[in-house]
């Protein structure tokens, strides 16, 4: 009698909602995603129990996330890995010995960050055992694809958190909307989820005389879209009339990374930084440093309320970051918070923090009001 071969399970860790798009180029090539629960505090104790004590969080996770991946049967698990400054290029071979020493036997294997279609290519050629460029090149469209469509979300849900009339609504809404980009894996299904997600969005009701303030959210990109790492800060925003936009997204990394040029209609983050930053910063430092100091030129120059900066504790980039800050106060004239997480970030202190935060922009923006409304009586008399 003839069996099927089972299909090889592929884990990634997660970030955010990444999980969707690159689970649809491993169901395309034939392989099965293992898509381990979303990361928790069980997560966080199981990384945080296997790792050295001084390094960050998003490692941590990463770890606790391929342990219950391993656990759960994946037959791999799949890192990214970069070169340069950040500590990211050594955390590969300190994870893949951490799962030895540990006694997995599963296979680890890693994606070289900046190897472009090419690096994403031989991803798929080693855990498929397929040699396809036209499956290959679909499998990279589609996921592409997907990434665009998940960011594109989120920044609706974003617009739509802030002016909610029934807490809650945006939330209950866009899930549902994740499901239409989940489960179409050809393009042409893509586009019929494009009218579906904007049908189940605009179910929403908004209250758009509402007095909102806009922030950007900039920082380590892990932190910045793992909502476990950053305790949700969106909602939170979200839920005190705050429109947020993050600075660092997948789609940005892709554009930057990924992309050929010849497809980029715009200039791109990394393009952006190195035009921005240069005052300040003129060189980079390694993880998202020089993106961070060019994101609040970028706030600034584009009138926003307030910018919010997140880091994992000891993450050396982004320590730089913060201790440029100060001097970028002397000539630009937005509000900064810094915000620095681990295991130990407490989330009562947290909100608190933000809380104040909001306050703060909020009586800015109403002195500002006044005095432009003084500014016009003035000028009519």
Same mark, same amino acid.
């Given at each position: 009698?003839?069996?099927?071969?089972?299909?090889?399970?592929?884990?990634?860790?997660?970030?955010?909602?990444?999980?969707?798009?690159?689970?649809?180029?491993?169901?395309?090539?034939?392989?099965?995603?293992?898509?381990?629960?979303?990361?928790?505090?069980?997560?966080?104790?199981?990384?945080?129990?296997?790792?050295?004590?001084?390094?960050?969080?998003?490692?941590?996770?990463?770890?606790?996330?391929?342990?219950?991946?391993?656990?759960?049967?994946?037959?791999?698990?799949?890192?990214?890995?970069?070169?340069?400054?950040?500590? =990211? /290029?050594?955390?590969? @071979?300190? +994870? &893949?010995?951490? *799962?030895? $020493? =540990? /006694?997995?036997?599963? @296979?680890? +294997? &890693?994606?070289? *960050?900046? $190897?472009?279609?090419?690096?994403?290519?031989?991803?798929?050629?080693?855990?498929?055992?397929?040699?396809?460029?036209?499956?290959?090149?679909?499998?990279?469209?589609?996921?592409?694809?997907?990434?665009?469509?998940?960011?594109?979300?989120?920044?609706?849900?974003?617009?739509?958190?802030?002016?909610?009339?029934?807490?809650?609504?945006?939330?209950?809404?866009?899930?549902?909307?994740?499901?239409?980009?989940?489960?179409?894996?050809?393009?042409?299904?893509?586009?019929?989820?494009?009218?579906?997600?904007?049908?189940?969005?605009?179910?929403?009701?908004?209250?758009?005389?509402?007095?909102?303030?806009?922030?950007?959210?900039?920082?380590?990109?892990?932190?910045?879209?793992?909502?476990?790492?950053?305790?949700?800060?969106?909602?939170?925003?979200?839920?005190?009339?705050?429109?947020?936009?993050?600075?660092?997204?997948?789609?940005?990394?892709?554009?930057?990374?990924?992309?050929?040029?010849?497809?980029?209609?715009?200039?791109?983050?990394?393009?952006?930084?190195?035009?921005?930053?240069?005052?300040?910063?003129?060189?980079?430092?390694?993880?998202?440093?020089?993106?961070?100091?060019?994101?609040?030129?970028?706030?600034?120059?584009?009138?926003?309320?307030?910018?919010?900066?997140?880091?994992?504790?000891?993450?050396?980039?982004?320590?730089?970051?913060?201790?440029?800050?100060?001097?970028?106060?002397?000539?630009?004239?937005?509000?900064?918070?810094?915000?620095?997480?681990?295991?130990?970030?407490?989330?009562?202190?947290?909100?608190?923090?933000?809380?104040?935060?909001?306050?703060?922009?909020?009586?800015?923006?109403?002195?500002?009001?006044?005095?432009?409304?003084?500014?016009?009586?003035?000028?009519?008399?």
């Amino acid at each position: 009698m003839r069996t099927d071969k089972p299909k090889t399970k592929v884990s990634f860790p997660h970030m955010g909602t990444v999980s969707i798009a690159w689970a649809a180029a491993l169901r395309i090539i034939g392989c099965e995603p293992y898509v381990e629960p979303y990361t928790s505090k069980k997560t966080l104790s199981l990384g945080t129990k296997h790792s050295p004590e001084a390094i960050c969080l998003p490692y941590k996770l990463i770890l606790g996330n391929f342990i219950e991946a391993i656990d759960g049967g994946t037959d791999y698990v799949a890192m990214i890995t970069s070169p340069g400054c950040c500590r =990211l /290029g050594e955390y590969g @071979k300190c +994870i &893949e010995n951490a *799962l030895t $020493d =540990l /006694g997995y036997k599963t @296979k680890y +294997i &890693e994606m070289q *960050l900046y $190897d472009g279609i090419k690096g994403m290519y031989n991803f798929l050629r080693a855990v498929s055992g397929k040699n396809n460029p036209f499956l290959f090149m679909r499998a990279i469209v589609v996921a592409i694809t997907k990434a665009f469509m998940l960011d594109a979300l989120e920044n609706k849900l974003f617009y739509c958190r802030a002016r909610e009339v029934n807490y809650g609504d945006s939330e209950k809404h866009y899930k549902k909307a994740l499901k239409y980009i989940d489960e179409n894996d050809t393009l042409h299904g893509l586009k019929k989820a494009k009218k579906q997600i904007e049908e189940e969005m605009n179910k929403v009701e908004l209250d758009n005389n509402r007095d909102i303030l806009n922030v950007d959210i900039t920082g380590e990109i892990y932190v910045v879209n793992d909502e476990f790492s950053n305790q949700n800060i969106e909602r939170e925003l979200g839920r005190m009339g705050v429109q947020v936009r993050r600075s660092l997204t997948l789609t940005g990394f892709l554009k930057d990374a990924i992309i050929p040029k010849i497809f980029r209609k715009e200039e791109t983050h990394l393009q952006r930084a190195n035009r921005l930053a240069k005052p300040y910063l003129s060189r980079d430092i390694g993880g998202d440093s020089l993106e961070c100091v060019s994101d609040v030129v970028y706030a600034d120059n584009r009138g926003i309320d307030g910018i919010i900066h997140l880091s994992p504790f000891t993450c050396m980039p982004e320590i730089m970051s913060q201790n440029i800050f100060p001097t970028m106060r002397e000539d630009k004239d937005i509000p900064i918070l810094a915000l620095i997480l681990d295991e130990q970030t407490g989330r009562a202190g947290y909100i608190t923090r933000i809380e104040a935060f909001v306050d703060l922009m909020r009586r800015r923006k109403r002195k500002f009001q006044m005095q432009n409304k003084k500014e016009d009586t003035v000028g009519a008399v």
